[in-house]
């Protein structure tokens, strides 16, 4: 398995961005994927997930700037980031599990992309 985010950049604070995860040797639209990030001097948190049935979760501080979707097609994943924030700086990586529904959902991981936002 083996998962690949692009998209990172740098970006003034209001800006948007839209992360992508190629994802090959398993099938995201049958697996729970994720997105986390870990910001400079703190913990990995986990920011969005969406499940097999394609129903999906943000966290309360992106909800609403930040969509998760995938391409089943394309067997990818995204992350559209909207009217970002200082606090959104940060490595994204992208994630999978091994079930439809989220459980263990960073199983598989990326390398990570960064993303910093300036104002």
């Not at 979760?57 to 609403?64: A, D």
């Not at 089943?72 to 999978?96: I, K, P, R, S, V």
Request: charged share 20%; hydrophobic share 30%; with cysteine.
């Amino acid at each position: 398995v083996q998962l690949v985010e692009s998209g990172g950049g740098s970006v003034q604070a209001g800006g948007s961005l839209r992360l992508s995860c190629q994802v090959s040797g398993y099938t995201v639209k049958d697996h729970c994927m994720a997105w986390f990030r870990q910001a400079p001097g703190k913990e990995r948190e986990k920011i969005a997930n969406i499940n097999s049935a394609a129903t999906t979760w943000h966290t309360n501080s992106v909800k609403g700037r930040f969509i998760i979707s995938r391409d089943n097609g394309a067997n990818t994943l995204y992350l559209q980031m909207n009217n970002l924030q200082l606090e959104d700086t940060g490595t994204y990586f992208c994630a999978g599990g091994p079930w439809g529904y989220c459980k263990d959902d960073d199983s598989y991981r990326g390398q990570g992309t960064q993303v910093t936002v300036s104002s």
